[in-house]
């Protein structure tokens, strides 16, 4: 791991561009939000399911969002039960949405757009892979202590820092990136290109050359792996065999392992870092929850879930209606798209008590922050367990942590779909 270790120390200034809440929310087309759940929960007293685009409903005409097609018929779901059967009901309202807005177009058919046994084809040969018992113990004895611990001891010399660049973004898309196997050389040239790919701005041929990159970087390690299988996940994805609808026992195509490898990266190495620095902007924003974590270590599970239900990285997720059906008295044509609100479903009072308050002495019950159904967030064990080695890491070696006051203000920003802290400066010591 020590090649692995050197390239993750390294200063990039590539770190910054890609890291950077602002710029990747106006790069998207979006306009940044500063505080969007006073607007949600004015929303959701006025219905469960209302007819509308989400940004439209909370009055942002023309408002564009990764999963807004103008003019495209729309219904936006607000409450817990609503969000909830939106997710679980995959029969009813499914993920092929992500072909209508160009998602597959983008990095290829995976498990994000399929369903039904085309999904669990997918879905069951690398769901072990990322079990709560791998990511306690092959992800975290292999990888993110390690990680965490050079990011720690490299932090600890300094006295300030960004958390948020430093180590909130630099520990997960290096965990899963050499969790793969990809060169550490190339991680972030890889980050690069699998987040060109869904770029706003960028034509058909930029697009083209980021695929084309990626592509290249994983074609070596897939090719390597064939004939020297190595103790990473493309070598068991190599080695897991696919049922096919016929009964055919065969393995996963270079192809097939291109495209999840770029949406488990994608995802991995972005929603980790974003919620990672919403439960540090948590804890130092609420010193008795802060104090009360620092009593009880034991904690930390506990204090992410509460932070990803007080603050989810992504508050909406598209589906598309599959029959004419009628949810919480609403009824949906079929072919219309509904937005999945986990941000105002993660607020119902209907289910918490307080629902505004981050407080992680609260009962625990699910909530949607890992989404629900047969497409839950498949690496959040992983996620989970790298946060749980950094929260204790980090209130553990930077005594009397605090904010930076000669800094700007730390905020939470993003638009409608991805949200995370602007930068986050402490002081220690």
């Known amino acids: 791991m020590s090649n692995y270790v050197d390239a993750l120390l390294r200063e990039d200034s590539r770190l910054a561009q890609i890291f950077n809440v602002e710029a990747d929310t106006l790069e998207s087309g979006s306009a940044l939000i500063e505080d969007p759940f006073p607007g949600l929960a004015r929303l959701r007293e006025k219905g469960s399911v209302q007819k509308g685009a ?17 003019g495209y018929p729309t219904y936006s779901t607000l ?8 997710l679980i009901r995959n029969d009813l309202f ?88 990809i060169d550490p050389e ?89 919620q990672l620095g919403i439960t540090i902007y948590a804890l130092l924003n609420h010193p008795e929850q802060l104090a009360l974590f ?22 909406v997720f598209p589906r598309i209606v599959e029959q004419d059906t009628e949810l919480e008295g609403v009824m949906l044509p079929k072919g219309a798209m509904l937005h999945l609100c986990l941000g105002s479903a993660n607020r119902d009072p209907a289910r918490w008590e307080n629902p505004d308050r981050f407080d992680i002495t609260r009962p625990v019950q699910r909530s949607l922050a890992f989404g629900g159904g047969p497409h839950s967030c498949l690496g959040q064990h992983v996620s989970r367990q790298e946060m749980v080695v950094a929260l204790n890491a980090i209130f553990d070696r930077l005594p009397n942590l605090r904010w930076d006051p000669e800094q700007p203000p730390a905020r939470l920003i993003g638009d409608l779909f991805a949200r995370g802290p602007s930068a986050l400066p402490v002081l220690f010591g």
């Open 54 to 70: 989400l940004g439209d409903l909370l009055g942002y005409p023309g408002y564009h969002f990764q999963h807004h097609m103008a």
């Open 79 to 86: 409450s817990f039960k609503a969000t909830n059967q939106g």
């Open 94 to 181: 499914s993920s092929r949405i992500y072909y209508k807005l160009g998602v597959v177009d983008g990095f290829g058919e995976t498990i994000l757009n399929k369903g039904g046994a085309d999904h669990l084809r997918y879905r069951g040969p690398i769901q072990p892979m990322f079990s709560p018992q791998a990511a306690e113990s092959w992800w975290n004895d292999t990888i993110i202590a390690e990680t965490v611990e050079a990011l720690i001891r490299d932090i600890e010399t300094k006295g300030g820092c960004d958390l948020s660049l430093d180590l909130c973004a630099r520990m997960p898309v290096h965990v899963v990136s050499a969790g793969f196997g």
């Open 186 to 274: 190339e991680i972030i040239s890889f980050r690069i290109a699998i987040t060109g790919l869904l770029s706003h701005n960028a034509t058909p041929q930029q697009r083209g050359q980021s695929m084309a990159d990626a592509r290249s970087i994983l074609l070596k390690v897939i090719t390597d792996r064939r004939s020297r299988p190595r103790e990473d996940i493309i070598s068991k994805m190599i080695a897991a065999p696919i049922k096919d609808g016929d009964g055919t026992i065969r393995s996963w195509t270079d192809d097939e392992i291109i495209s999840h490898c770029i949406l488990i990266v994608l995802a991995g190495g972005g929603t980790t870092w974003r």
């Open 294 to 315: 620092m009593a009880n270590r034991d904690m930390a599970g506990d204090v992410i879930l509460e932070a990803a239900r007080w603050h989810p990285t992504d508050l």
